[in-house]
């Protein structure tokens, strides 16, 4: 089984042999690229991973909003030259599948069932997953599947999009909100790993920045988490690799909401991998 998972700035492509994840390779893609560019690097990536193996299929972790019964891409906001594409027809010709081989599914629930999976969670009642980058994805699971309704669960389990103090959730809890909170510290415009770097290394911003940051992201879980009363939130995206630095903030800010552990998942590359296969082909 090929399985993709494509971000805002990546495609990321690997094969998946039951709960093992093989040969994991990532190529940047640009998001304002022509079709055939970003179709080309999507191809290449795919290939260095399948490593000349025979596939049974493929599978794909992709953002919404997409038509993943028919594998039709309609985003806009990234990756608008390919709106309107029939990817599965465009993936069964670069990789020799009939169209039926190739599926999708939405990345934030890939990453959550792959993360439940690679931490030994399945039998968890109700959890969530969080991804924390340039965007704010999310997921919910209960009942030993994913919901998209319920009590503290929005409409697709998006949750990015919902009111928070002067805007959304993804404007406070996104890079752009670590960056734009370190410069008005008195910190110049940095990275979010640079300023993870300077944190690590003691300086006072840096550490008051990220403190902040995971007051926040309690804060703004709060309500969701009181709601859904999940017993793990497992993190994802490229900010949890600083979790160290924010996770025990958040922690006591969501302990008003609910007991519950939040956690940085350990196959932070390969989750979303390894749940789009088991999402897309559940019964292989």
């Known amino acids: 089984m090929l399985a993709f998972d494509v971000g805002g700035s990546h495609i990321a492509a690997a094969r998946v042999a039951g709960d ?3 040969g994991r390779a990532e190529v940047a893609v640009d998001p304002d690229a022509g079709a055939e560019e970003i179709l080309e690097r999507w191809r290449q990536v795919g ?10 299929g493929i599978a794909v972790a992709f953002p919404r909003p997409f038509d993943y019964v028919h594998g039709i891409c ?52 109700r959890a969530m997953g969080i991804t924390l980058g340039t965007g704010l994805g999310s997921a919910f699971w209960a009942g030993g599947g994913m919901v998209e309704t319920g009590p ?9 999009c919902l009111p928070w103090r002067d805007g959304t959730l993804e404007d406070a ?35 008051e920045t990220w403190r902040n940051f995971g007051a926040e992201l309690g804060a703004g879980l709060g309500p969701i ?10 993190l994802g995206g490229n900010i949890s690799r600083a979790a160290a630095l924010f ?7 969501l302990a008003k909401a609910a007991p519950l552990r939040l956690r940085p998942v350990a196959g932070l590359d390969t989750a979303a991998l390894l749940g789009a296969a088991r999402a897309c082909f559940p019964s292989v």
Do not use: M, W
């Open 20 to 22: 093992a994840v093989v």
């Open 152 to 160: 503290g669960v929005p409409p697709e389990g998006e949750i990015y």
């Open 74 to 125: 309609r985003t806009r906001h990234k990756f608008a030259a390919l709106y309107g594409c029939d990817l599965r027809q465009r993936l069964a010709a670069a990789f020799v599948l009939p169209p039926a081989a190739v599926r999708f599914c939405n990345d934030a629930d890939a990453f959550l069932i792959g993360a439940l999976h690679g931490e030994g969670l399945r039998s968890e009642p």
């Open 225 to 234: 988490v009181a709601a859904f009363q999940p017993a793990v939130i497992l």
């Open 173 to 207: 809890l996104s890079t752009r909100a670590i960056v734009r909170a370190y410069a008005a510290l008195g910190g110049e415009t940095a990275s979010v790993q640079t300023i993870a770097a300077r944190a690590a290394a003691g300086e006072p911003r840096a550490l």
């Open 47 to 56: 290939s260095q991973a399948a490593s000349g193996q025979p596939l049974a």
């Open 247 to 253: 996770a025990p903030a958040a922690e006591k800010a």
